[in-house]
């Protein structure tokens, strides 16, 4: 069994650009969830994915969207980058049957925007 | 609308003390909530959850809907229990989390 696994580990974009990151979710679960985490403060729910739609966001801009492939890999898309874009995106992955279970983290990208 | 309060960014306590860290929260369904805590260098993780009301490493957390707080506490800390713990809120029963801002625990020898 594999944990979630995320890459690239860290980036560097200059602002107004795009940038993908992307996620492998622990074997056998279905959901994925991703969080912005700014420096000193708690992770920030962006969105979650369930059989490759959005299900549920939270309070983010239009310019941050995501996807989910059929083996429940997941991308986090955000366009026209700003400087408070600068932060580490966790990726969670859960069992959704239909309660979600435990979410296990990956160890985060570091988005660098300047 | 949902929120959870975590009032202290630091605690720092001296080995073999106990230990208690606040957790608020401001929901308006059926609240379930969870305690995660990350290692230096290691990744979040879950730490206990209210409804499996159990026992991780000697902390304990319990859900008063009164207070709506979910404090953790553990009678006699250890200098491994040095982390950032996150308690947080399973919003709409769906696995997103609302995460509190986090409180360092720094337990000294």
């Known amino acids: 069994e594999t944990g979630v696994t995320q890459s690239p580990t860290h980036l560097i974009k200059t602002r107004g650009q795009q940038v993908t990151l992307r996620c492998s979710s622990q074997s056998g679960h279905n959901t994925v969830s991703w969080y912005q985490q700014a420096l000193g403060q708690g992770p920030q729910f962006i969105f979650q994915?369930?059989?490759?739609?959005?299900?549920g966001r939270g309070n983010f801009p239009p310019r941050f969207s995501g996807l989910q492939f059929p083996n429940y890999s997941s991308e986090l898309n955000v366009n026209a980058l700003e400087l408070d874009d600068s932060a580490l995106y966790l990726c969670?992955?859960?069992?959704?049957?239909?309660?979600?279970?435990?979410?296990?983290f990956g160890q985060g990208t570091r988005l660098t925007v300047v | 609308a949902q929120r959870v309060t975590q009032p202290e960014k630091l605690l720092s306590v001296f080995k073999g003390a106990p230990v208690e860290l606040k957790c608020n929260y401001s929901y308006s369904g059926s609240p379930e909530l969870f305690w995660y805590v990350q290692y230096s260098r290691q990744r979040l993780q879950l730490l206990l959850r209210?409804?499996s009301r159990e026992s991780i490493k000697g902390f304990t957390a319990d859900l008063n809907k009164g207070e709506t707080s979910f404090h953790l506490k553990k009678p006699f800390a250890q200098e491994e229990d040095s982390a950032m713990y996150y308690c947080a809120l399973n919003w709409n029963q769906g696995g997103k989390l609302i995460f509190g801002q986090g409180t360092e625990l720094s337990v000294k020898p």
């Open positions: 994915y369930y059989r490759e739609e959005e299900n």
């Open positions: 209210h409804i």
């Open positions: 969670a992955s859960s069992l959704r049957r239909p309660m979600n279970t435990e979410a296990f």
